[in-house]
């Protein structure tokens, strides 16, 4: 999604890459002891200046990216998404009162470790901007990637040189604020989805994107958890041309390193995949020959270790279903499994 060697353009904690679902922020320290935030001063201040006393406190408390979430913050907060697209002008006109106590509340959210996501309550995901809200999972650059994969396969099949297209419909499992399921919507005026996820917030997060972008009339979403209700995933249907997820792919053990960020704000469940990491990725591919048509692709976004597990398990547990190949992110980790039924 975008131009993908560089995310400078709200690609808040996304400038360092690691293989914990493309979190970031490795570097910022952990929570300490409690400190008072900054009081609002008692005279004006100009933005250009609030934005560099707030880096300093995000800097001095451990932070992540300091400066991004500064410049974000007041970026939002002068009704921009980037602080270069501001000018100097505004940058340097002082503050109204009442613009200083919405900086403040946003900061100090900042500052309890709250991703900045969530603190400005949106975020731009390829060309949509989505809004955002605790705990539903952040989507990452990564994932932009794989609907780049998905689209190019859908958009192969709307291109038949026939008359009559047929009908398209891809599945999500696993929503989250629909970033996926929308952008390839938006993208794909034919294309109807199905849309899952086990968490309410999501699915109400993804009802109200879709709903802002004008794209709820392709989309039926659904609050379904795939480990303790497989039977209602089967019930889908049994001609979907695509199933593609982000699922939970983190080791369990891989939890206890998160940062503050994640640990505090993120659902668990959108991260934690079980003991491999496979826990939700198998139940998906143990449903798929039942409910792809002919020759439909799954599409996967996994941790890096997963390709070579799923490629064998598929192999000896899931008959009619074929690993077809393992694509790499920009930073060359091995990163989407695309499968396909061949049965």
């Not at 503050?95 to 900045?116: D, G, N, Y």
């Not at 390839?184 to 999501?202: E, M, N, V």
Request: hydrophobic share 40%; with cysteine; proline share 7%.
């Amino acid at each position: 999604m975008l131009g993908k060697a560089i995310y400078t353009c709200r690609r808040f904690g996304r400038f360092s890459r690691t293989g914990l679902k493309g979190i970031c922020g490795t570097h910022s320290a952990p929570l300490s002891t409690y400190q008072a935030p900054p009081p609002i001063p008692g005279s004006s201040m100009t933005a250009f200046q609030a934005m560099n006393l707030w880096r300093r406190c995000f800097e001095e408390r451990g932070v992540g990216e300091p400066d991004q979430s500064s410049q974000y913050i007041v970026a939002h907060l002068l009704g921009a998404k980037t602080i270069e697209s501001l000018g100097h002008e505004k940058l340097n006109k002082p503050l109204s009162c009442a613009k200083m106590e919405q900086l403040w509340e946003l900061s100090v959210k900042r500052l309890s470790r709250m991703p900045v996501q969530y603190v400005i309550e949106e975020w731009d995901f390829r060309d949509l901007t989505l809004k955002m809200r605790p705990p539903v999972f952040i989507p990452r650059p990564e994932t932009e990637e794989l609907v780049e994969l998905v689209l190019a396969d859908l958009q192969g099949k709307e291109d038949t040189g026939m008359h009559v297209v047929p009908q398209l419909t891809c599945l999500e499992v696993g929503c989250g604020s629909g970033a996926i399921t929308l952008s390839l919507l938006k993208d794909l005026p034919r294309l109807r989805a199905i849309a899952l996820d086990q968490s309410r917030h999501a699915v109400d997060l993804t009802r109200e994107n879709a709903l802002r972008l004008g794209l709820e009339d392709r989309l039926l979403i659904h609050q379904v958890d795939v480990l303790k209700e497989p039977e209602v995933l089967l019930s889908l249907g049994d001609s979907i041309s695509t199933l593609v997820s982000n699922p939970p792919y983190l080791f369990s053990e891989d939890m206890t390193f998160l940062e503050p960020e994640l640990l505090r704000f993120e659902d668990h469940a959108a991260l934690d995949g079980g003991e491999d990491g496979l826990d939700v990725i198998k139940q998906i591919l143990t449903a798929a020959p039942k409910m792809l048509s002919i020759h439909g692709h799954v599409y996967l976004e996994v941790d890096p270790r997963h390709p070579p597990l799923i490629q064998q398990w598929v192999k000896d547990h899931v008959p009619g279903l074929s690993y077809l190949e393992t694509r790499h992110d920009i930073t060359n980790r091995p990163r989407f499994c695309i499968l396909r039924r061949e049965r």
